[in-house]
């Protein structure tokens, strides 16, 4: 597990061209919307397995603080997409997930790779008899917006959410 923290212009950087593990080729995810704001991004890179879900939760919580307004709703963005990683992307032995934090700005995006390159992540409708498929509903509900990106090493599903909850309407 390893943690990095990048500024601002290595944020965006990073969220451009993102290292392969094993052939260090360039690809990755672009926020063009984001590159003119002045934010902090912080990535860890965990094992492809349930147990690590938990563990990304925390990470999340460190990243934005147990007190942030938003705390709460980042640590469900967070465990949706990183349980959908490890379910999607596979798990296992040699198998990672890697959750990144931008957090600035007014916004915090929530992003997460994983290595699937097959189905499409959309929110599903919320079957009361199932045990799962609520995850991206969940995501949409509480995030301004979410997408993905795919690439050959995988997917990126993201979700910006505002750093200051909406007022009740």
Avoid at 98 to 114: Q, Y
Avoid at 137 to 161: I, K, M, N, Q, S
Wanted: hydrophobic share 40%.
């Amino acid at each position: 597990m390893s943690t990095r923290v990048l500024g601002v212009g290595a944020m965006v950087a990073r969220l451009r061209v993102v290292r392969r593990r094993k052939r260090n080729e360039p690809f990755g995810t672009v926020w063009p919307h984001r590159a003119a704001r002045r934010m902090v991004t912080v990535n860890r890179v965990f094992t492809a397995v349930p147990e690590q879900v938990g563990r990304a939760r925390h990470f999340a919580r460190e990243v934005v603080g147990e007190e942030h307004a938003r705390s709460y709703e980042v640590e469900l963005v967070v465990s949706e997409l990183a349980g959908n990683a490890v379910r999607h992307g596979g798990q296992g032995a040699g198998r990672e997930f890697e959750v990144s934090m931008a957090v600035g700005g007014g916004a915090i995006i929530v992003a997460v790779r994983d290595g699937g390159l097959t189905g499409t992540p959309r929110a599903g409708t919320c079957d009361t008899e199932s045990d799962s498929g609520r995850g991206l509903a969940l995501v949409e509900t509480v995030a301004r917006r979410w997408g993905f990106h795919r690439d050959p090493a995988g997917t990126v599903v993201w979700a910006e959410l505002d750093s200051v909850p909406s007022p009740p309407s």
